[in-house]
T-cell receptor
Framework: AQSVTQLDSQVPVFEEAPVELRCNYS??????LFWYVQYPNQGLQLLLK??????LVKGINGFEAEFNKSQTSFHLRKPSVHISDTAEYFC?????????????FGSGTQLTVLP | ETGVTQTPRHLVMGMTNKKSLKCEQH?????MYWYKQSAKKPLELMFV???????ENNSVPSRFSPECPNSSHLFLHLHTLQPEDSALYLC?????????????????FGSGTRLTVV
């Protein structure tokens, strides 16, 4: 069973509109959750992370995510997107594997912001 | 620049060629990773190194051979690859392996090497 699922492979949205990128995780994994962004021809950059404490996490570039334990979700939101937010977004979780815990990624959501 | 540098940025190789990918970090990190990113698939963890010792090898074919000569450098040696090995290969580093407690769980990624096998 997949540890983390991103339900939408592509999300088109108009500039200045709000956006939500969905992420659900397996309840059997440790609840350390992350969102990464990958701009074209670049590596992954950490947007935000939830390790403990407040369930609403604020990240860079105006993004935020809410940890919902009962729904096993960690959706990413931004109230008003810009063209420059066009990128691929990856949800990730920590799982235990062998001698170390490892970061495991979802399949990604391509966010395209339209003018 | 993120602090993790990968070279080359692009590589085209034939199935009988031998080539190497290089990753370098001067962040003082002790753990380094190779990931494979194929279109429409989740990132696949290939290898994990901690303090120059291989910790994990996630069932990667032997045509991929990693090398970690020191904590700042990581190589991925390639030979007799298949067209399905074409992908973006990402290197990452972290302060230490992800263990319980005392870790910010921060990974720093390089920009990747776009590999095409013809």
């Amino acid at each position: 069973a997949q540890s983390v699922t991103q339900l939408d492979s592509q999300v088109p949205v108009f500039e200045e509109a709000p956006v939500e990128l969905r992420c659900n995780y397996s309840s059997s994994v440790s609840v350390y959750l992350f969102w990464y962004v990958q701009y074209p021809n670049q590596g992954l950059q950490l947007l935000l992370k939830y390790l403990s404490g407040s369930t609403l996490v604020k990240g860079i570039n105006g993004f935020e995510a809410e940890f919902n334990k009962s729904q096993t979700s960690f959706h990413l939101r931004k109230p008003s997107v810009h063209i420059s937010d066009t990128a691929e977004y990856f949800c990730a979780v920590i799982i235990s594997s062998g001698s170390a815990r490892q970061l495991t990624f979802g399949s990604g959501t391509q966010l395209t912001v339209l003018p | 620049e993120t602090g993790v540098t990968q070279t080359p940025r692009h590589l085209v190789m034939g199935m009988t060629n031998k080539k190497s990918l290089k990753c370098e970090q001067h962040l003082g990190h002790n753990a380094m990773y190779w990931y494979k990113q194929s279109a429409k698939k989740p990132l696949e963890l290939m290898f994990v190194y901690s303090l120059e010792e291989r910790v994990e090898n996630n069932s990667v074919p032997s045509r991929f051979s990693p090398e970690c000569p020191n904590s700042s450098h990581l190589f991925l040696h390639l030979h007799t690859l298949q067209p399905e090995d074409s992908a973006l290969y990402l290197c990452a580093s972290s302060e230490r392996l992800l263990m319980t407690g005392g870790n910010t769980y921060g990974y720093t990624f390089g920009s990747g090497t776009r590999l095409t096998v013809v």
